[in-house]
């Protein structure tokens, strides 16, 4: 599966368009986590286990795309967007959409 | 009287520490800025003309909290208006290495050079309540990275 989000494929011919393919998940803090980026609210710098915790989510949410995609028959996807939203207290909605293609 | 002295030393630290980190990063990114610097990195839709034989994705994220110190002073800002220099500074640094650590991941891989780049910013855990809030920024920067046919 390639996936851009370049509006094509570079070198690449599109033979056909499925639509919109996206996948989405959504995860909590973990409480151990938490402690920690509490003690970082006081001395501030990265917090490490949210930047593994989002990236590992965001990850999880291609997958989903990918298996969307690929159930389709497609082998691309193009024009990747994500968007990151905390709906609740202490939860994230990550979010990946793109468009699903089959490359020539 | 106990309740001042925790917020004070919990300032002090803050500021300290919060100084000492900032100072340690903007050192660190102006090496690993230059280091990455051969590699093009674009915002441009379009890829330029040219035989390319492979494209992904290549993304980097970080999320960042400020100190205590530097939140009193942007709540103190809060009073008065005006820039709030201390988050400015916390945003430009995280955003900075966000797109660093994409780079690094696209150099790592042998790509060429980087189209298209969306920086994305978000909020993540805002709680209602003031108190025990984690207040935390997470920046994600991605991109497709393209890999020349020689």
Redesign the interface.
């Given at each position: 599966m390639?996936?851009?989000?370049?509006?094509?494929?570079?070198?690449r011919e599109i033979a056909e368009h499925y639509g919109l393919v996206h996948g989405n998940t959504i995860r909590a803090?973990h409480i151990g986590r938490?402690f920690m980026?509490?003690l970082?609210?006081?001395?501030?710098?990265?917090?490490k286990g949210?930047?593994e915790l989002?990236?590992e989510s965001?990850q999880e949410a291609i997958d989903r795309m990918i298996q969307q995609a690929s159930a389709m028959g497609a082998n691309a996807i193009i024009n990747?967007?994500?968007?990151?939203?905390?709906i609740a207290?202490?939860a994230?909605e990550l979010y990946a959409y793109g468009t699903a293609v089959r490359l020539v | 009287m106990v309740q001042i002295g925790i917020f004070i030393v919990?300032l002090l630290?803050?500021y300290g520490?919060?100084r000492w980190?900032?100072y340690r990063h903007y050192q660190q990114l102006l090496i690993r800025e230059r280091d990455s610097l051969p590699l093009p990195v674009t915002n441009l839709?379009?890829?330029p003309h040219?035989?390319?034989?492979k494209?992904?994705?290549v993304?980097g994220?970080?999320?960042?909290?400020?100190?205590?110190f530097?939140?009193i002073l942007a709540a103190l800002r809060n009073v008065f208006g005006g820039r709030v220099v201390s988050y400015e500074t916390?945003l430009d640094r995280a955003r900075r290495?966000a797109i660093l650590r994409m780079k690094e991941q696209a150099v790592q891989s042998g790509a060429d050079m980087i189209?298209?780049i969306?920086v994305?910013t978000?909020?993540?855990?805002?709680?209602?309540s003031r108190r025990?809030s984690?207040?935390?920024v997470?920046i994600?920067a991605?991109?497709?990275a393209?890999v020349e046919?020689k």
């Open positions: 390639i996936l851009t989000n370049l509006e094509s494929v570079p070198g803090k938490d980026a509490g970082k609210n006081i001395f501030g710098g990265e917090l949210y930047t989002l990236s965001r990747i967007r994500f968007s990151t939203s905390s207290q202490g994230a | 919990l630290l803050g520490f919060g980190t900032e839709k379009t890829p040219g035989n390319f034989h494209a992904y994705l993304s994220n970080v999320v960042v909290s400020v100190d205590y530097k939140r916390l290495e189209y298209n969306r994305e978000a909020s993540i855990s805002k709680t209602s025990d984690v207040g935390a997470e994600l991605y991109g497709t393209l046919s």
